[in-house]
């Protein structure tokens, strides 16, 4: 079998080590990198094209609740994501799907669970824990906000990422290697596609999406 290459995108190296060790177990010749930031782990998808999988924690330095997803889909949309958090009821893994993952990983899983998750990702296909039905979404507001973030490019969703990190136009323009006016062109076609007239309600907008994982932590 051909070497495998994961990314461990989590800030607490007690659980990247126990996901370190379920991967190690897959059985084929694996290469990890590991990350502890959303920063981290773009730095390390974009050293590493040839990643097949990055494995990416909800909420750490530089993510609040689906932002992150969103983010990372928009910059490395060939990377198969999967996302793990101990915040795995229903809306947020049904949400995190419909933005762009592969998968959804609960941090209380089994080893077996996990392996079993990442097979089924690399192998093409979408993996939620066991018995889980996802139903629809019952809040129309938040189906429909999704809706129009999937309406984004790749660009402007990477924009939207970093305005919910708190970057400003200045700051995001430097990271993309672009002009300010540039970013507030972006910037501008962002609120426009999401129904807002600011940045900051741009960004209240997000936060509703992963509201419970925002409200209820992660570990």
Do not use: C
Not at 58 to 65: H, N, W
Request: zero cysteines; hydrophobic letters at 45%; aromatic letters at 4%.
């Amino acid at each position: 079998m051909a070497q495998l290459t994961f990314i461990i995108a989590d800030d607490h190296p007690l659980f990247r080590g126990a996901m370190r060790q379920a991967l190690e177990g897959i059985g084929a010749t694996i290469d990890i990198l590991e990350a502890g930031d959303l920063e981290g782990a773009r730095k390390k998808a974009g050293d590493h094209p040839e990643a097949d999988l990055i494995l990416l924690d909800l909420t750490m330095p530089g993510v609040s609740g689906l932002s992150g997803l969103i983010a990372f889909r928009a910059e490395f949309s060939s990377l198969p994501v999967v996302v793990v958090s101990a915040t795995d009821d229903v809306s947020t893994m049904r949400r995190a799907l419909e933005l762009g993952a592969s998968g959804f990983i609960s941090k209380s899983a089994s080893i077996e669970e996990i392996r079993e998750g990442v097979r089924t990702v690399l192998d093409g296909g979408i993996w939620t824990p066991p018995d889980v039905d996802l139903g629809s979404e019952h809040d129309q507001e938040i189906a429909g906000l999704i809706a129009r973030i999937q309406t984004l490019t790749p660009q402007q969703g990477r924009v939207l990422g970093m305005l919910a990190e708190g970057l400003l136009n200045k700051q995001i323009a430097y990271e993309l290697s672009v002009s300010e006016a540039t970013i507030k062109a972006h910037v501008s076609a962002v609120l426009q596609k999401l129904g807002v007239d600011s940045r900051t309600q741009a960004v209240i907008q997000l936060s509703k999406i992963g509201a419970e994982v925002l409200t209820q932590g992660d570990v």
